[in-house]
């Protein structure tokens, strides 16, 4: 069975950073986009940010364009979410997604 484990949520103050990884498998990692969600409470879960099966190509919601940085490393069968610049707003459990399966959440948490 697949399983996807999200590592590097916490407590941050507003302008700090975290790095989140996610590791995956039992899959064939390198074929997938790979995409961080995030749902804050009583909102809709929505996208944050997607990468291509090689890495070449991302795309990210406007609230985190120019802040945070999708990547991965296929020969580890991880993605990763560099967060900069971290807001309030950006408060929320955040989640893996890879070809259909979910991890079970990490959650970041930006206050002063």
């Known amino acids: 069975q697949v399983q996807l484990a999200e590592f590097g949520g916490g407590l941050v103050q507003p302008g700090g950073s975290l790095r989140l990884s996610c590791a995956a498998s039992?899959?064939?990692?390198?074929?997938?986009?790979a995409s961080w969600y995030r749902q804050a409470p009583g909102k809709e879960r929505e996208l944050v940010a997607q990468?291509?099966?090689?890495?070449?190509?991302?795309n990210y919601a406007d609230s985190v364009k120019g802040r945070f940085t999708i990547s991965r490393d296929n020969a580890k069968n991880t993605v990763y979410l560099q967060m900069n610049s971290l807001e309030p707003d950006d408060t929320a459990v955040y989640y893996c997604e890879v070809a259909g399966y979910w991890g079970q959440g990490t959650q970041v948490t930006v206050s002063p």
């Open positions: 990468i291509s099966s090689g890495g070449v190509s991302t």
């Open positions: 039992k899959v064939t990692f390198g074929i997938y986009y």
